[in-house]
Structures are given as structure tokens and as C-alpha cells.
């Protein structure tokens, strides 16, 4: 092929001022896997719950998910402005990922614990992250980490009172 369909993506080098962006894209990257395991995780919490806690599950997965898919695309693009490409294979997701699958069939108040406790997890990610990014002056990376880590404990928060009930 030759012309616009032949370019193959590839690393630039980016001149803002940002120290040792592959650090920083590598942190980004790992919270862009747990974002995506955290996606597909609620979604098929959104799928699947049953029970009295039903509609509020039901409604409160969906502005997650929907919340999360958009924040993976911000995540993506941040790597692509720093100059890195953006993870791109699904065993690559994989395996940067530590959010992990529940073992069984969960029910509602299980189902709400196992997501707060994965949004913890990233939440801790996003924290680390803000660090590295702040102490290599990407202020843009460490504003975006912030901003991800609120939602992911507010988030948190919301499923384990749903998961006291």
C-alpha cells in the first residue's frame, strides 16, 4: 500500500518541557489497562445483576462505564501527546492490568464490593502516577491522574453503601 493508508503508528520525540515521558507513559498505559478490565468488569455487573438493589446497580454501573470508556480515550491521547503509542494488543491489556476477575457468581452486595474494591485499586495507580508525573513536570498527566483518581474513590465510595444495604 502506499499513501494515507500506509502509515504505521510510532513514537515522536516531544519537546514540552516533560521529563522522561516513557516513565510516564508507561503509568498511563497501566491505568489505561485497569480502565478497561474495570469497563468490561462493570459492565457485566450492569448485565447481570438481579435482586432489590437492581435499578440502582443497574443505573449506577452504566455512568461508570460510560464515564470510564471516555477517560480511556483521554488516557490514550495523553500517551499519543507524550509521545509514546498507546497500548494496542488485548494480552498487552492483560497483562498490565491488576484488576482481577471474581472467582463465582457474585450477588448484588458482592458485586458492588468487588468494584469499589477495583476502583481502590486504581485509584492507588492514578495516585503513584500523579507523583511520578509532578516530579518530572508533566503537569497535564498529573492534572488528568487527579482528576481519574476522584472519580475512581467517589465511585468506590457509592458501591460500598450500596453494597451495605
Same mark, same amino acid.
Given at each position: ?6 502509515? &504505521?503508528?510510532?513514537?515522536?520525540? &516531544? ?7 516513557? /516513565?510516564?507513559? %508507561?503509568? $498511563?498505559?497501566? &491505568? !489505561? ?9 462493570? +459492565?457485566?455487573? #450492569? ?10 446497580? #443497574?443505573? $449506577? ?11 480511556? @480515550? $483521554? ?6 501527546? !507524550?509521545? *509514546?503509542? /498507546?497500548?494496542?494488543?488485548?494480552? %498487552? ?6 484488576? %482481577? @476477575? ?16 477495583? +476502583?481502590?485499586?486504581?485509584? +492507588?495507580? !492514578? *495516585? ?9 513536570? @508533566? ?12 472519580? *475512581? ?13
Amino acid at each position: 500500500m502506499t499513501g494515507a493508508l500506509s502509515a &504505521v503508528p510510532s513514537p515522536d520525540k &516531544v519537546e514540552t518541557g516533560v521529563k522522561d515521558t516513557g /516513565a510516564i507513559a %508507561e503509568g $498511563l498505559a497501566d &491505568v !489505561l489497562a485497569d480502565t478497561y478490565r474495570l469497563v468490561f468488569k462493570t +459492565h457485566a455487573c #450492569h448485565w447481570n445483576v438481579e435482586g432489590p438493589a437492581f435499578y440502582s446497580m #443497574h443505573k $449506577l454501573t452504566e455512568e461508570q462505564y460510560e464515564n470510564m470508556f471516555t477517560a480511556a @480515550d $483521554l488516557l490514550a491521547e495523553r500517551i499519543r501527546a !507524550l509521545g *509514546h503509542l /498507546a497500548p494496542s494488543r488485548m494480552d %498487552e491489556v492483560l497483562n498490565r492490568s491488576k484488576i %482481577e @476477575d471474581p472467582d463465582g457468581d457474585l450477588n448484588a452486595g458482592q458485586m458492588a464490593q468487588d468494584l469499589a474494591a477495583s +476502583h481502590e485499586r486504581i485509584a +492507588h495507580r !492514578l *495516585h503513584a502516577l500523579a507523583e511520578v508525573a509532578g516530579r518530572r513536570r @508533566d503537569i497535564v498527566t498529573e492534572d488528568l491522574a487527579t482528576a481519574r483518581s476522584a472519580f *475512581h474513590e467517589q465511585a468506590a465510595w457509592m458501591l460500598r453503601a450500596i453494597a451495605k444495604s
